[in-house]
């Protein structure tokens, strides 16, 4: 793999002060956000108003190498950013991480690229889907010939750039890879009807027969492959791993989410009461207060595990050793468990809230969808993460080479 020197090269993710400072700003833009959640989950699409807020504070440029003008951060950055995000609106705390993931996917290709992505200052939106190959890229005289659909591109409806993973044809050589394109060389199918986490608008890229060059295609292996991870010079933003990344911080909207969730239901235990019991308010009664303890422990649970799971990530993209692939697949296992304790937090919430979380107009009902959607993506839900820790523990072929 051939890699340009880097430039204003930054080895470490940002400090915790820096992260701090970011979050502060997503918390004072906190009632915009929470205003438009309503509207993104009606309209299938988070608000303009929230994506101008949220580019204003700098949470589109998470990702973007330093060199560039962006913060390069890391898992753990991007994970509380998104948490508290997630807190106001999930559906803008998933366009948030999906933007920047893509960014980090796009820090993987050349330089010569890059230059003409991030070529001025203004914050760029990306979409991504690289789950499964959905097109194919022909190699042709003067480049690659693309065609393909790809749903579930979560932000393509904010999107500049967008990424697909697909099969690649080479003078008969077959393989796997990933093209990126500009918003004018794909179209958009409204495909994204579902029943929570309907603000990320996540509707299907098309791309049919357009002509890229070269630099806008690399091989699989080398945007998921840790070529980038054993360089002990290489840029920070290049290095971090870019799977594990995605899954880890994916996952943090729903926690947010949940957090507010459980505050809403603490709330509301001061001025309602148990039906058909005497107790009022709720929290006068045991079961309700001991309900809400075990919810408040399984949303902490989750968070210490996808924070232990940030901070490995970011560890071990400041050195030169990738992280093992049973080290990996056990971090992957720790995020299946954070959705699904997530998502029982979330079901006894409303348990403990009564009927009236599902009413058509209740908040808690539309996080307990967001939530119980969220956490089924397929980078973090727990059959498949749980086996793939499990394979790691008896050291057998793992049943996904994506870690």
Same mark, same amino acid.
């Given at each position: %793999?051939?890699?340009? $020197?880097?430039?204003?090269?930054?080895?470490?993710? $940002?400090?915790?002060?820096?992260?701090?400072?970011?979050?502060?700003?997503?918390?004072?833009?906190?009632?915009?956000?929470?205003?438009?959640?309503?509207?993104?989950?009606?309209?299938?699409?988070?608000?303009?108003?929230?994506?101008?807020?949220?580019?204003?504070?700098?949470?589109?440029?998470?990702?973007?190498?330093?060199?560039?003008?962006?913060?390069?951060?890391?898992?753990?950055?991007?994970?509380?950013?998104?948490?508290?995000?997630?807190?106001?609106? $999930?559906?803008?705390?998933?366009?948030?991480?999906?933007?920047?993931?893509?960014?980090?996917?796009?820090?993987?290709?050349?330089?010569?690229?890059?230059?003409?992505?991030?070529?001025?200052?203004?914050?760029?939106? %990306?979409?991504?889907?690289?789950?499964? $190959?959905?097109?194919?890229?022909?190699?042709?005289?003067?480049?690659?010939?693309?065609?393909?659909?790809?749903?579930?591109?979560?932000?393509?409806?904010?999107?500049?750039?967008?990424?697909?993973?697909?099969?690649?044809?080479?003078?008969?050589?077959?393989?796997?890879?990933?093209?990126?394109?500009?918003?004018?060389?794909?179209?958009?199918?409204?495909?994204?009807?579902?029943?929570? %986490?309907?603000?990320?608008?996540?509707?299907?890229?098309?791309?049919?027969?357009?002509?890229?060059?070269?630099?806008?295609?690399?091989?699989?292996?080398?945007?998921?492959?840790?070529?980038?991870?054993?360089?002990?010079?290489?840029?920070?933003?290049?290095?971090?791993?870019?799977?594990?990344?995605?899954?880890?911080?994916?996952?943090?909207?729903?926690?947010?989410?949940?957090?507010?969730?459980?505050?809403?239901?603490?709330? %509301?235990?001061?001025?309602?009461?148990?039906?058909?019991?005497?107790?009022?308010?709720?929290?006068?009664?045991?079961?309700?207060?001991?309900?809400?303890?075990?919810?408040?422990?399984?949303?902490?649970?989750?968070?210490?595990?996808?924070?232990?799971?940030?901070?490995?990530?970011?560890?071990?993209?400041?050195?030169?050793?990738?992280?093992?692939?049973?080290?990996?697949?056990?971090?992957?296992?720790?995020?299946?468990?954070?959705?699904?304790?997530?998502?029982?937090?979330?079901?006894?919430?409303?348990?403990?809230?009564?009927?009236?979380?599902?009413?058509?107009?209740?908040?808690?009902?539309?996080?307990?969808?967001?939530?119980?959607?969220?956490?089924?993506?397929?980078?973090?839900?727990?059959?498949?993460?749980?086996?793939?820790?499990?394979?790691?523990?008896?050291?057998?072929?793992?049943?996904?080479?994506?870690?």
């Amino acid at each position: %793999m051939t890699i340009a $020197p880097t430039t204003d090269k930054s080895s470490f993710a $940002p400090s915790m002060d820096i992260v701090d400072a970011m979050v502060a700003r997503v918390h004072s833009i906190g009632d915009i956000l929470g205003r438009n959640a309503t509207i993104a989950d009606a309209n299938r699409l988070v608000p303009q108003e929230s994506v101008d807020a949220l580019t204003k504070i700098g949470a589109f440029n998470i990702s973007r190498l330093q060199r560039y003008g962006g913060y390069e951060g890391g898992a753990r950055m991007l994970m509380e950013v998104a948490r508290a995000i997630g807190y106001y609106c $999930p559906a803008s705390a998933w366009i948030t991480v999906i933007s920047n993931g893509s960014v980090m996917l796009t820090n993987r290709f050349d330089y010569e690229l890059l230059d003409q992505v991030f070529a001025d200052e203004q914050p760029v939106l %990306m979409a991504s889907m690289f789950s499964s $190959p959905q097109g194919k890229a022909t190699r042709v005289e003067n480049g690659w010939r693309i065609s393909g659909k790809w749903p579930f591109s979560s932000n393509i409806m904010n999107s500049q750039w967008s990424i697909g993973i697909l099969k690649t044809e080479d003078n008969g050589k077959e393989g796997i890879g990933f093209a990126i394109l500009p918003r004018d060389q794909y179209t958009i199918e409204d495909t994204w009807f579902t029943i929570g %986490m309907r603000g990320t608008a996540s509707n299907t890229m098309v791309i049919d027969d357009q002509l890229v060059p070269d630099l806008q295609v690399i091989p699989a292996e080398r945007m998921m492959g840790t070529g980038f991870e054993s360089l002990s010079d290489e840029t920070f933003g290049r290095k971090i791993t870019p799977h594990l990344t995605m899954s880890t911080t994916i996952a943090t909207p729903a926690l947010g989410a949940s957090e507010r969730a459980l505050d809403f239901v603490v709330d %509301m235990s001061h001025k309602r009461g148990v039906t058909n019991t005497s107790y009022f308010p709720q929290h006068s009664s045991g079961a309700f207060v001991s309900g809400l303890g075990k919810a408040s422990q399984q949303i902490e649970s989750s968070y210490l595990l996808l924070s232990k799971a940030a901070d490995a990530i970011d560890r071990c993209a400041e050195g030169s050793d990738p992280m093992p692939k049973p080290v990996r697949a056990r971090h992957r296992g720790s995020i299946g468990h954070s959705g699904t304790v997530l998502a029982e937090a979330l079901n006894d919430l409303c348990w403990l809230h009564g009927t009236a979380a599902f009413s058509e107009t209740s908040m808690l009902g539309r996080l307990w969808r967001d939530v119980n959607t969220g956490v089924r993506h397929a980078s973090i839900t727990a059959p498949l993460n749980y086996e793939l820790h499990g394979d790691g523990l008896v050291g057998i072929e793992m049943i996904s080479t994506k870690l």
